[in-house]
């Protein structure tokens, strides 16, 4: 698994950081925006009837990443949800350097493309260079054994640059070949 991991890490040291710094004019390579990290979540409100829900979903999510997922708690009572404060209500985890390049090289490659009628993602980004991807279902990954599903569900990916601008992260996600549908509208 590693020789992948360096490949695309090796890949952005030597195409996609000079690529970048010529396109937006950059004078010092520390202004050349980075891939910080990838944060995995899944917001579970069916949690709140069935426990059993969160251990599935931190299994799954673990077999997907390749490192232990966490339960997310809630921060307060709602008493028109049935919630109440510090109850188990999603399951996510942080994924950084090796394991994050890992994981962004199996989502373009092999998870992405399995989605059905896949026609490219959204290119709608925070304002700060960070991008949210949203999936419907968790049986793109082919980690997960579809027999022993028992529920679809979705998770929210999200992409944290250190970019200044959605168009700095815009490209450098590109670059890393994530499947734009369209041109970025300014």
Not at 54 to 63: F, G, K, R, S
Not at 74 to 87: E, P, T, V
Not at 93 to 113: C, D, G, I, K, S
């Amino acid at each position: 698994m590693m020789s992948n991991t360096a490949s695309l890490k090796k890949e952005y040291a030597e195409r996609i950081a000079p690529a970048l710094k010529n396109q937006f004019q950059y004078t010092s390579t520390m202004q050349i925006p980075v891939l910080k990290k990838i944060v995995i979540n899944q917001g579970l409100g069916m949690a709140v009837a069935d426990k059993k829900i969160i251990d599935v979903a931190i299994n799954e999510l673990t077999a997907i990443t390749g490192q232990k997922a966490v339960a997310t708690v809630s921060r307060k009572d709602i008493a028109n949800f049935k919630l109440r404060k510090k109850m188990p209500i999603g399951v996510m985890v942080t994924l950084r350097r090796e394991r994050m390049y890992e994981f962004l090289e199996r989502l373009v490659r092999v998870a992405l493309p399995r989605i059905r009628d896949f026609k490219g993602i959204e290119s709608k980004f925070d304002g700060k260079g960070n991008y949210t991807l949203g999936i419907q279902e968790q049986i793109i990954f082919p980690e997960i054994n579809i027999d022993s599903i028992t529920k679809i569900l979705g998770m929210n990916i999200t992409f944290v640059t250190s970019a200044q601008t959605d168009e700095e992260g815009y490209a450098l996600l590109k670059e890393f070949g994530l499947p734009f549908k369209n041109a970025k509208k300014d």
